[in-house]
């Protein structure tokens, strides 16, 4: 069975500086994709990146990237220039390749963005 | 584009009783997956659905079912109520469940308490 473990129960950064939560995740399929989610207080979840396990290169949108070790089964998300609205619940998630829609979760990382 | 909804957005239960949770998914989108969120366990998989038929089920015990529609519409419910049922039970909504079109788009959750 595949399983997602975030370690980091909370995490802060100062507003404008770069803080990196991390992922690892267990699987012995080849085929898989890995997300990370963020949950603002309150409001829905939303995706934030994505990456497909066959490609090599990190996935990135805008401020946030992702470090994807494929043989380490590590995927840790980047976030620099930190704003506010950053602050949220961050949740990093499996998803096999054999067409599920099923996502397994991380405990999640509260993440504190201090002015 | 309407996003994913789900109705009621809080409710309270008793011991015992039951409750059925609905989820209109995003117009078009055809897979509606269920899932669990309380402090204590996380995130947790409960049922997915594409084209009314159930595709995968997480280990949760029998009293939880679900069923989706021919409009993809789909409802969850949750029979003899526990104290432990009380959670944040989030919808997420996608095209299809292929590869490369498979994201998915959460609601805002019902929210359940049970007293």
């Known amino acids: 069975a595949q399983t997602v473990t975030q370690s980091q129960p909370e995490m802060s950064v100062q507003e404008a500086e770069t803080v990196t939560l991390s992922c690892t995740y267990d699987?012995?399929?080849?085929?898989?994709?890995l997300f990370w989610y963020k949950q603002p207080p309150s409001r829905q979840m939303i995706l934030v990146i994505r990456?497909?396990?066959?490609?090599?290169q990190n996935a990135t949108e805008n401020r946030f990237s992702v470090n994807f070790q494929k043989a380490a089964k590590s995927f840790s998300l980047k976030i620099s220039d930190s704003q506010l609205g950053d602050a949220a619940m961050y949740f990093c998630?499996?998803?096999?390749?054999?067409?599920?829609?099923?996502?397994?979760f991380g405990q999640g990382t509260t993440l504190q963005v201090k002015p | 584009k309407a996003g994913v909804t789900q109705t009621p957005r809080y409710l309270i239960k008793t011991r015992g009783q039951q409750v059925t949770l609905s989820c209109s998914p995003i117009?078009?989108?055809?897979?509606v997956s269920w899932y669990q969120q309380t402090p204590g366990q996380g995130l947790q998989f409960l049922f997915e659905?594409?084209?009314?038929?159930?595709?995968n089920k997480g280990n949760f015990p029998g009293r939880f079912s679900g069923r989706q529609f021919s409009n993809s519409r789909s409802e969850m419910n949750v029979s003899t109520l526990e104290l432990g049922d009380s959670a944040l039970y989030l919808c997420?909504?996608?095209?299809?469940?292929?590869?490369?079109?498979?994201?998915?788009?959460f609601g805002e959750g019902s929210r359940l308490t049970v007293l």
């Open positions: 998630a499996y998803r096999s390749g054999s067409n599920t829609g099923k996502l397994i």
């Open positions: 659905y594409f084209s009314e038929t159930q595709r």
């Open positions: 990456q497909e396990a066959y490609k090599q």
């Open positions: 997420a909504s996608s095209l299809t469940v292929t590869k490369y079109t498979g994201e998915l788009f």
């Open positions: 699987t012995s399929e080849s085929d898989y994709y």
């Open positions: 117009s078009g989108h055809r897979s």
